[in-house]
T-cell receptor, first 108, second 113 residues
Framework: AQRVTQPEKLLSVFKGAPVELKCNYS??????LFWYVQYSRQRLQLLLR??SRESIKGFTADLNKGETSFHLKKPFAQEEDSAMYYC??????????FGAGTRLTVKP | NAGVTQTPKFQVLKTGQSMTLQCAQD?????MYWYRQDPGMGLRLIYY???????DKGEVPNGYNVSRLNKREFSLRLESAAPSQTSVYFC????????????FGQGTRLTVV
């Protein structure tokens, strides 16, 4: 079955430290992968999509088909990065599944 | 633009009551979704609709029904609410093309007592 796994429910780092949020997926076809972010009291919004290979707010994510992973990385975390992060997989007639989410806290 | 609008924002129901959560989008999107968000469980897909007139079950459809009334509107109905349905419900929409982002509503916080 198609599945998205985010193994860390909570992640805490200090400001300026590198951060990596893990995401693994299970899907035999060509995946469409996304990272969404939910800041406090705001709507869920797109952060990154794998097809764009872009850097947004200093975050990057690389699709590794061999390891079926799509980890989110940032070399220097900022306090404003504190939020809930969701990895998402889209497949087959627009079915779109999310992981359990990782709550990132960046301490001053 | 309003984007994706959900009503109501908050609701308290008694066990066994019924209610309908409304969702409307003004972006002319083909696909619409209903998710529930629970602590430690993330976002779980209840139902989705890839186009007007079609609906499909997601991960947790039991206890829910949906209606894609037209291209703009996608409603979620709880026929007989149970405490296990206490959750935050999110509606989302996106265009039907590949690798396109989804846009989310502000959520409905539902408590079933």
């Amino acid at each position: 079955a198609q599945r998205v796994t985010q193994p860390e429910k909570l992640l805490s780092v200090f400001k300026g430290a590198p951060v990596e949020l893990k995401c693994n997926y299970s899907y035999s076809g060509s995946p469409e992968l996304f990272w969404y972010v939910q800041y406090s009291r705001q709507r869920l919004q797109l952060l990154l999509r794998h097809i764009s290979r872009e850097s947004i707010k200093g975050f990057t994510a690389d699709l590794n088909k061999g390891e079926t992973s799509f980890h989110l990385k940032k070399p220097f975390a900022q306090e404003e990065d504190s939020a809930m992060y969701y990895c998402a997989l889209s497949f087959r007639r627009d079915d779109m599944r999310f992981g359990a989410g990782t709550r990132l806290t960046v301490k001053p | 633009n309003a984007g994706v609008t959900q009503t109501p924002k908050f609701q308290v129901l008694k066990t066994g009551q019924s209610m309908t959560l409304q969702c409307a989008q003004d972006m002319n999107h083909n696909s619409m979704y209903w998710y529930r968000q629970d602590p430690g469980m993330g976002l779980r897909l209840i139902y989705y609709s890839a186009s007007e007139g079609t609906t499909d079950k997601g991960e947790v459809p039991n206890g829910y029904n949906v209606s894609r009334l037209n291209k703009r509107e996608f409603s979620l109905r709880l026929e007989s609410a149970a405490p296990s349905q206490t959750s935050v419900y999110f509606c989302a929409s996106r265009d039907g093309q590949a690798n396109i982002e989804a846009f989310f509503g502000q959520g409905t916080r539902l408590t079933v007592v």
